[in-house]
């Protein structure tokens, strides 16, 4: 007894494995193929995803500019002096470098490793210059970094020096201007008039004159220098910062004269900071966390910015830039995952299929060597490692490859591959030999054959509500919560557990389409065959029998439609892509070319305008006055959107006439009233709003009111905009200034090549070639046409599974026929009657379901977020893509009846007879 209730070890018969291997390798290298294509790309996709997120970060920081620079402020202490006044401080120039020792060390050694060493630069408050008729300012900046400064060349006079000799001096308060020593740029220097030893008039917003005297004029020797963009107005004046129309200047203070600008202004005016620039290879996606959190962290704990102590207080947009990135690389991460997920479930159900045609094939033997004594364990592990053999040697050499076309491979994607071709040939093969030695019979009461029944439809409706209810929720999830990343729960970068279920929303949506269908397709196999015995054609009649008869088949119609859905979206998803890029070319550019004049060349935009219409090849010109972070108030609320002064009737007629959007509401810009000036709005946080009251501050002269009277239409990508027409905010007093040209026309590009004019052209060609070769959108976009042939690749291999599985018993039904009478022409019609049907649903279904998946799925998919869009993009239906889709599977199935009639051509009719019996 004890023996018998012993386990004993499967004990495989190796000369067996060998035997069926060599027997049967075409279809187990046809297995090894697909697990080795598959995993190859399972494999690269991630780890080239993740190279593209890498760079994604780094462009995204370059893109960013001075934004994304860490500043850290804080204020100088107290200079009272001992009698009431103030005292000047001989080493102001050294406390600002203990402060950017301090700020340095402040960081954190992650931040430090992250940012190129720091610049502080020491800022006096925006004077206004009294002399001319244009709006000017000025300010005075020192800079210092580690090697003491940027270098230059003083091209006249000298460095700036100090105002006085004696070291200690102390001065009351509202004493007679502090003089104050500057250097200025050539540039500067030629557009104001001034070389050295000039004074330069300037008052502040009290009216309280300065005294600041020019030492010298310099050259920088790189204007590159990263120091100079801090201040890019100490290289050369810089136009519209400081309001409309007004152009800063700026003068450079040294080691020596910045004391000097201590005493000139009141004790809180001077400001130091200290910038701290990122290093963008240095930026990479697994950072992206860790940096962002720590800038936050720095902020948070900042001192406030009404406290006059020394304390430092942090600012930053370098977390917003991580988090946008993180933001668009994580979608396009779960935009890829989906279409993996989908050709991972296509790739299992295909290998399942396989394994069944390899059963089929194998059914004789096994049940030749089950009857012979062979144990169901022993057979069930020869065949195990039959089966994991072949399945993990042809992963290791499609993940090998994966590794020499990507920087990593991601092994993971590749498990559900190889666990299919591991499992599913040993437990296919297990349940054909149990069935050979059975001695189950069936039973010969009624009510138990219909309770057998009924359990294998319980069996099935249960299997099928389970896949529904999991698409519902998956549909529900994705609905609700998107496909990003929580970042509170802590954003790895991998796919977490949250994200598993709204991924799997598209491959599960193909699932429960493809069964309905299995559903619907036995019943009208069944209504054609009760139709056809109507009839007097017999072909109609054997054909609709034959279809009836093998309907029932699960696999077949799962592959086929499953796989063309799939491809379908895929095909979607990378048409609306790149609908989406060319359309948010249309909107970063706002015609096919854009002039962005400089500030001394905008005298010349009338006439640059007039000559450009008249070049060949443009339609229409358009000029405004754009100008970036405008001063506007609403409710004594600074806002900084980008105010568009334009001719709205020209504006309104380019909109009509490009693939920008309409915007009918700039008709209410030109409509009479009185009262203030309409404008049209649009802001991303609600703050500008239609009905909401605005001032447009002027210098000397009272603030415009504005009225918002609509919704404005996204100039240039932004998202803040203000827009005004030019007329009436002339009528208002305030005339426009155009500062930037749009061109339409195929002559535009030429036309804005060589105005002879300082102005950077910008081409709507050559912004959509940057965003098609950026690194996530090119990486999506290859994914999603390689996931499309790829499926539609499974499916067609699905397809010649399908009908190599049935292939014996229909010829050996179609040989039969033949004693009736038929000919070798009308078996060929029954043959593909029986063969057609399921291909034409899926050719036909197949695409349409996957444009119902693309119109549930892809507003949660974020793809705003790849195109530079302000909202997601409409889908795009490229029908003749998808009927190529279906196209290609009925090719397919039509080279099938010819190709297994002539392989059966020789199958002698008395062996058929002798097999069936």
């Known amino acids: ?34 697990i080795a294509a598959v995993a190859l790309l399972a494999g690269a996709a991630p780890a080239l995803l993740r190279a593209a997120a890498d760079n994604a970060v780094e462009d995204a920081v370059r893109s960013a500019g001075p934004d994304a620079n860490v500043l850290v402020h804080a204020n100088f202490e107290r200079d009272d002096g001992p009698t009431g006044g103030r005292v000047r401080m001989p080493d102001l120039a050294d406390e600002v ?46 800079l210092a970094d580690d090697p003491g400064g940027p270098d230059m060349t003083w091209i006249a006079g000298t460095a700036p020096g100090p105002a006085v000799s004696d070291e200690y001096v102390e001065v009351p308060y509202g004493g007679p201007p502090w003089p104050v020593q500057v250097g200025l740029s050539e540039a500067d220097a030629a557009a104001l008039d001034l070389g050295p030893g000039d004074r330069i008039p300037a008052k502040d917003d009290q009216g309280h004159d300065h005294d600041i005297r020019v030492s010298g004029i310099y050259r920088p020797t790189e204007s590159a220098d990263p120091a100079w963009q801090l201040a890019p107005e100490l290289l050369r004046p810089v136009p519209g910062v400081d309001g409309v129309g007004t152009t800063r200047f700026a003068g450079l203070l040294s080691r020596e004269s910045l004391p000097d600008a201590r005493l000139a202004l009141d004790e809180d005016q001077l400001r130091r900071t200290v910038h701290f620039a990122p290093v963008p290879d240095a930026l990479t996606w697994d950072s992206t966390t860790t940096l962002a959190g720590q800038v936050v962290t720095l902020k ?43 050709v991972l479930t296509a790739t299992v159900l295909v290998l399942l299929l396989a394994a069944d045609l390899l059963v089929r094939r194998r059914t004789p033997v096994l049940s030749a060597a089950r009857q012979r004594g062979a144990a169901l364990p022993d057979l069930g592990a020869e065949l195990l490692i039959e089966s994991t053999v072949v399945s993990l040697s042809a992963a290791a050499v499609g993940l090998a490859l994966a590794r020499t076309a990507a920087p990593g491979v991601s092994w993971t994607w590749a498990v559900p591959v190889v666990l299919a071709g591991v499992v599913a040939g040993p437990a296919f093969g297990t349940l054909a030999a149990a069935r050979a030695s059975r001695d189950r019979r069936q039973p010969a009461n009624p ?71 299995l559903r619907l397709v036995p019943l009208g196999a069944r209504f054609a065959l009760r139709q056809s015995l109507r009839s007097r054609r017999p072909l109609a009649v054997f054909g609709a029998a034959q279809a009836a008869t093998t309907a029932g088949r699960a696999l077949p119609l799962l592959v086929l439609v499953s796989t063309t859905a799939l491809a379908s979206f895929a095909l979607i998803l990378g048409s609306t892509v790149t609908r989406g890029l060319a359309d948010g070319a249309w909107s970063t550019v706002g015609a096919d070319a854009r002039l962005d004049i400089g500030a001394d060349a905008t005298a010349a935009t009338p006439a640059l305008a ?60 030109t409509a009479p009233g009185p009262g203030d000036v309409p404008a049209l709005v649009r802001s991303s946080d609600g703050e500008l709003r239609t009905g909401s009251r605005l001032q447009l501050p002027r210098d000397d002269a009272p603030a415009i009111r504005l009225t918002a009277v609509g919704t404005a239409p996204s100039v240039g990508g932004a998202t803040d905009v203000v827009i005004v027409d030019a007329a009436a905010l002339a009528d208002a007093g305030l005339p426009a200034v155009p500062n930037t040209v749009w061109v339409t026309g195929p002559g535009a ?5 060589n105005t002879g004019v300082a102005a950077d052209v910008v081409l709507r060609a050559d912004v959509l070639r940057a965003q098609r070769v950026a690194p996530l959108t090119a990486g999506l976009l290859r994914l999603a046409w390689t996931a499309a042939a790829v499926l539609l690749a499974l499916g067609l291999l699905g397809l010649t599974l399908a009908a190599a599985a049935g292939a014996s018993q229909r010829w050996q039904t179609l040989t039969r026929l033949r004693t009736l ?28 379901l996957g444009a119902l998946l693309a119109r549930l799925t892809l507003g949660p998919l974020d793809l705003r977020l790849l195109t530079g869009q302000a909202t997601d993009p409409a889908v795009v239906l490229p029908w003749w893509l998808l009927g190529l889709v279906g196209v290609a599977l009925l090719a397919a199935a039509t080279t099938v009846v010819p190709v297994e009639s002539a392989l059966r051509r020789r199958d002698r009719l008395s062996e058929v007879l002798r097999a069936g019996e």
Request: aromatic letters at 4%; charged letters at 20%.
């Open 1 to 34: 007894m004890k023996r018998w209730l012993t386990r004993r070890r499967p004990v495989p018969h190796w000369p067996s494995i060998r035997g069926r291997g060599r027997t049967d390798a075409g279809p187990l290298l046809l297995t090894a193929a697909v």
């Open 97 to 142: 470098d203990d402060f950017r020792a301090q700020a340095t060390y402040a960081l954190g050694p992650d931040l430090d490793a992250a940012l190129l060493p720091p610049v502080a630069v020491v800022d006096g408050p925006i004077l206004r210059i009294t002399a001319g008729n244009v709006p000017r300012t000025f300010r005075f900046s020192y």
């Open 447 to 517: 009510t138990a054959r219909r309770w057998i029944r009924a359990t294998g439809h319980l069996r099935r409706a249960a299997v099928e509500a389970a896949v529904l209810i999991a698409a519902v929720a998956a549909f529900v999830t994705l609905h609700q919560r998107g496909l990003l990343p929580d970042v509170s729960d802590g954003d790895t970068g991998e796919l977490t557990g949250d994200l598993i279920l709204p991924v799997s929303a598209l491959t599960l949506g193909a699932l429960v389409g493809a069964l309905v269908l």
């Open 300 to 342: 948070a704990t900042s001192g406030s910015s009404s406290d006059r102590a020394e304390s430092l207080k942090w600012e930053s947009q370098l977390d917003t830039a991580l988090r946008d990135a993180r933001n668009r690389s994580s979608a396009a991460w779960a935009q890829a995952a989906g279409l993996l997920t989908g």
């Open 749 to 753: 590009a030429r036309a804005v090549s």
């Open 821 to 848: 009478g038929l000919r070798p022409r009308d078996v060929r019609w029954v043959a593909a009657g029986e063969l057609l049907p399921p291909v034409v649903v899926a050719a036909v279904c197949g695409p349409l």
């Open 610 to 669: 007039e000559r450009i219409a008249a070049a060949p090849g443009v339609r229409q010109v358009v000029v405004a006055q754009v100008t970036d972070s405008a001063r506007v108030f609403s409710d004594s609320t600074l806002l900084t959107p980008r105010l568009v002064i334009v001719d709205t009737a020209a504006f309104q007629r380019l909109l009509a006439t490009t693939a920008l959007p309409d915007a009918p509401a700039l008709a209410r810009l």
